[in-house]
């Protein structure tokens, strides 16, 4: 693997642990139980993990498309509307089945598109210098 995936893995990896543990300081110090938010922490990350894993997917499908402006703006939308819809689904499903804390599960969720931000910014400003 690259050397930029693996500190991009690292600084998540970094982040996350330091969020994970914040969110389990706020939860023993709230009488919340600690099990419950980290089984919320960590789907809120398996959220996160299904989005990019269909970013991945559309990523490659535009890599092979032959440099077709039709397909790439139609692989665009339909990654947006599989996105839309495996977000809703994701959240409809863990706010249905599981007792979980769903103001975490959110919480970490945005959490984690906030670290993204943060590592695309910082490189992609190494990147252009």
Known sequence: MSDRLINNIKLYLYFFAVFIFLSLIYSYSKNIPLILTLKS???????????????LYFYIRVKHSFNNPRIDILFAFYRLVVKLFL???????????????????????????????LIYVKYGINEQK
């Open 41 to 55: 922490v960590l789907y809120g990350l398996l959220i996160f993990i299904a989005l990019n894993a269909v970013d």
């Open 87 to 117: 977000l809703v689904f994701c959240c409809w499903y863990c706010f249905s089945f599981f007792e979980l804390n769903n103001k975490i599960v959110i919480i970490s969720f945005v959490i984690v598109v906030i670290f993204k931000v």
